[in-house]
Structure formats: C-alpha cells, structure tokens
C-alpha cells in the first residue's frame, strides 16, 4: 500500500504519512498493552509482570511464528466476540429504540457542542477501523500470494470480516446501554465497571469474560 501511495502521490506525501502511521501506531500499541494490563489486574496480577510476558509473547509470535499458524489462532480468537452478541440478547434491549438511533442522530446540537461525544466517536471509528489494518490488509495478501483467480474470495473475505466487526461493536455498545447506562452507570472508571456489560450472559463471572476479552483483544491487536 505504501509502495501505491508513493508512486501515486510521491515520496514527500508517502514520508509524512508514513511518519504520522508510525505515531499512531505507537499510540496503538501503548493501548493495547494498557488493555493487557487492565485485563489481569482484574485477578489482582500486576502489570509490570504481565506487560513484559505478554511483550514477550508478540515478539516470538511475530519472529517465530508462520502467517498460515498466526492467521488460525487469529480466527479462533475472533469467536470468542460472539458472546458479545449473546451478551446483547440476553440484555433483553428495546430493540426498536436501538435500531432507530442507529439510523438517526443524536438530538439537539450534541455531536458539535459535546466534546465527549465527539471523543467517544473518534475513539470507537479509530479503534474499529484502525490505521494499520489497511496496510496489515494489504501486506496479508502479498504474504499469502493471492492470484487473480483467488482475488474474489479474498475481497469477500475482507467484506465479512468488516460486516462482523461492525456487527460487534454494535452489540458491545447495545449490550452496556441495556445494563450499564439503564441501571445509570454513565462514568466507567476501571476494566472492572465495564465487565458489568456482560452480566447478562455471565452473572456474577462477568468480570471473567470480560477479562478474558479484553486480554484476547487486546494481545492479538498488539
């Protein structure tokens, strides 16, 4: 992708934005491994030991693993969001209201005067749709030698694969509105106040599937 923006728009272009991916990225990562932290300090694990193993982890993972190894583990990590969806069900949400504010705008003037709407709207566009996807999508596909005869699968590949993320994310989003903000939860302060989300389906584990999502997102992201 980087060696398409160069021919396309040339070096000056290709350095700052490559410059500016290099920037995120490392805000990325720094996310991430705050996302492990968060998720075993939940068992009471500190971070300081868990951050350095799990760095660890990605190094021999990227090292010494193959992409066909990594891309299997990456897809079996992936269902485990289906208890997201699962968790939105048994929330039993007003599923009138939450397709109709799917499809509408906030009320009033709160997407240009509420600085933490606009925030919390960067924060979930940036983090579902992030800026190394496209080039990780892009290197994927010369790395698995994708010809022309495959390139209809591997386009619809792409296309489910948007469909489900943007799926689960809707479903985490109905799934805290149903239990976290109706019960009048509203500042979530720790990993902690947001495993409540999941009580619907894990009742009082609920902190251990969140937990153990957090950890799995937030590791395989990194």
């Known amino acids: ?96 209201a939450a397709t109709f504010a799917m499809v509408t705008r906030p009320e009033g003037d709160v997407v240009i005067r509420d600085y933490g709407y606009l925030y919390m709207l960067i924060g979930l566009v940036g983090t579902t749709i992030a800026p190394w996807m496209q080039f990780y999508l892009q290197a994927s596909v010369v790395e698995k030698g994708v010809t022309i005869r495959q390139y209809t699968a591997s386009r619809w590949d792409v296309i489910v694969g948007c469909l489900f993320a943007a799926l689960v994310a809707w479903f985490i989003i109905v799934a805290c509105a149903a239990t976290l903000h109706q019960a009048g939860v509203t500042k979530i302060q720790s990993a902690a106040d947001a495993a409540q989300a999941l009580r619907p389906l894990a009742g009082e584990y609920a902190y251990l599937l969140f937990a153990a999502g957090l950890f799995n997102a937030s590791l395989f992201a990194a």
Not at 20 to 30: E, I, Q, R
Not at 56 to 82: D, H, N, P, R
Not at 84 to 92: M, S, T
């Open 1 to 96: 992708l980087s060696d398409l923006i160069r021919e396309e728009f040339g070096f000056r272009v290709t350095f700052w934005l490559m410059l500016a991916l290099v920037v995120t990225n490392f805000g990325n990562v720094m996310a991430e491994f705050a996302g492990v932290a968060s998720s075993l300090e939940l068992f009471g694990i500190s971070r300081y030991i868990v951050v350095p193993l799990a760095a660890a982890v990605v190094w021999v993972m990227v090292v010494q693993g193959t992409y066909s190894s990594i891309e299997k583990i990456f897809l079996a990590a992936s269902g485990f969001y289906i208890c997201y969806i699962v968790a939105g069900v048994l929330a039993h949400p007003d599923w009138r």
